[in-house]
């Protein structure tokens, strides 16, 4: 079963919108960890953010901001005035503590183009 | 500071080749180690992991192995080739799960 879910395979946006990308994700366990992973062209996964489940405080970084909501097994992804360098593929993962290794569990991604 | 290496860049390899992608870690000690592939679809998708010298885990049935010779130290390898290896190979380490790392990658083609 999947457990993290991104439901957007690819978004379009022009310079300077705001935009948001979902991720929905399942887990019985109550201690896990979230992540967002940025994927550009080249290949290289380029770390964003670890939330843990035990943390719902929104976070902001910039342009970017993440909003957590246990209640709804969310964790969305929002890029605000965004810019044509944040053209990339987006990866929401869960990495559970239950799960042997600790590996990250990530959903299929998100194709986000920013034009000008 | 911690480091990993993977290599090489770039593979083009023939149907029933052998295959043998390296990884290694450097400036840590027992990390867990993982390598991933993501298929043209773009999903990643976890192969292998190890939490020790010689201790693999596979999260699926395919025609890869890995292998953990020393503790930095994780290779990716195949006997012979099929054409669905073809894809892009990261490898990554985490003392945790508290900051993955990942390779720069290797684009894999098999013709």
């Known amino acids: 079963a999947q457990k993290v879910t991104q439901a957007q395979t690819e978004i379009s946006v022009v310079e300077k919108e705001d935009v948001t990308l979902d991720c929905v994700y399942e887990?019985?366990?109550?201690?896990?960890?979230l992540f967002w992973y940025k994927q550009p062209p080249s290949g290289e996964l380029v770390f964003l953010i670890r939330?843990?489940?035990?943390?719902?405080q929104n976070e902001i970084s910039g342009r970017y901001s993440w909003n957590f909501q246990k209640s709804t097994s969310s964790f969305n992804f929002t890029i605000t005035a965004s810019q044509v360098v944040d053209s990339a593929v987006y990866f929401c993962a869960l990495s559970e503590t239950t799960l042997s290794g600790y590996a990250l569990n990530f959903g299929k991604g998100t194709s986000l183009l920013v034009t000008p | 500071s911690q480091t990993i290496h993977q290599w090489p860049a770039t593979l083009v390899q023939p149907v029933g080749s052998p295959l043998s992608l390296e990884c290694t870690v450097e400036?840590?000690?027992?990390?867990?180690l993982y390598w991933y592939r993501q298929a043209a679809g773009r999903g990643l998708q976890l192969l292998f992991y190890?939490?020790?010298?010689?201790?693999i885990s596979s999260e699926v049935p395919q025609n890869l192995s890995a292998s953990r010779p020393q503790d930095r130290q994780f290779i990716l390898s195949s006997k012979k080739l099929l054409l669905s290896d073809s894809g892009f190979y990261l490898c990554a380490w985490a003392p945790n799960n508290y900051g993955y790392t990942f390779g720069s990658g290797t684009r894999l083609t098999v013709v």
């Open positions: 939330r843990n489940s035990f943390d719902e």
């Open positions: 400036g840590t000690s027992n990390p867990n």
């Open positions: 190890s939490v020790g010298i010689g201790q």
């Open positions: 887990t019985r366990d109550t201690t896990y960890y």
